[in-house]
């Protein structure tokens, strides 16, 4: 049987190696590139994005050593303070880093007052974009911001059904959302991933959430499942791996 084909735009690498910090109580079990490589053998994997949690803070020694085991078809999503140097933003760029994660939920990153002056520099210097780990209830407050971003995505379809329209108006302005992280959300998935879908077909980014640290429940593989039957084969494929593809910059 053929494996279905995933880029997976949301993973994380928790290697004990490196410095992990206690987050609000919580201190994450160790899910190193070998167990996530054991997790999607059943999968064609065509690449995919680590993102830094927020139990790892600025950290970028993890990520170096992540994107090295993995390969060059990932890419990095790390945390950094806005007063990062320019050289070491082009070093991380280099690396293969291709983002910065703003943690709204959990911290560990730079503030939302930083957002639009770094999120402005980074993409100019390195054409980098940012991405929002963030309720949609909050996003109402950041419209008026993150519609005037050159590249932005949300993560896990912004969690919430009640600020889902606030996002679907985002999507109308161009900003990505990922498809992940089904056991976060407080709605159906399926028609959350139609409604964007629908609005704009290069929009939605899957991504497994391995290891789902702290979710209601881990990703399975019928998540993947799900997108197919909720888009049909084709168009699903945009969501897999398509999208990301072109998002990421992988050839």
Aim: glycine share 8%; no cysteine; charged share 25%.
């Amino acid at each position: 049987m053929k494996k279905v084909s995933i880029f997976d735009a949301h993973l994380h690498i928790i290697d004990p190696r490196f410095p992990v910090a206690e987050n609000q109580g919580y201190l994450p079990p160790a899910f190193t590139a070998a167990d996530y490589a054991q997790s999607v053998e059943n999968f064609e994997v065509t690449g995919g994005a680590i993102v830094s949690g927020s139990f790892q803070g600025f950290d970028q020694s993890y990520l170096w050593d992540a994107l090295e085991m993995l390969g060059d078809r990932f890419a990095g999503v790390t945390q950094l303070p806005a007063d990062t140097p320019d050289e070491e933003i082009l070093r991380l760029h280099a690396k293969g880093v291709r983002a910065v994660r703003f943690n709204v939920m959990r911290g560990g990153s730079e503030t939302l007052e930083r957002l639009d002056h770094f999120a402005r520099r980074i993409h100019d210097l390195a054409g980098w974009h940012a991405e929002l780990y963030i309720d949609s209830r909050d996003l109402m407050e950041l419209k008026g911001i993150i519609r005037q971003l050159p590249a932005v995505s949300i993560d896990h379809l912004g969690l919430s059904k009640q600020g889902f329209p606030e996002l679907l108006k985002l999507v109308d302005h161009g900003v990505k959302v990922k498809a992940t992280g089904f056991g976060r959300v407080d709605f159906e998935p399926a028609d959350a991933i139609r409604s964007i879908h629908k609005l704009n077909p290069e929009a939605l980014l899957f991504g497994t959430d391995l290891p789902s640290t702290r979710a209601k429940r881990a990703f399975q593989a019928s998540d993947v499942t799900m997108i197919q039957e909720a888009l049909g084969e084709q168009e699903a494929e945009k969501v897999l791996y398509r999208n990301a593809l072109a998002w990421y910059g992988i050839e």
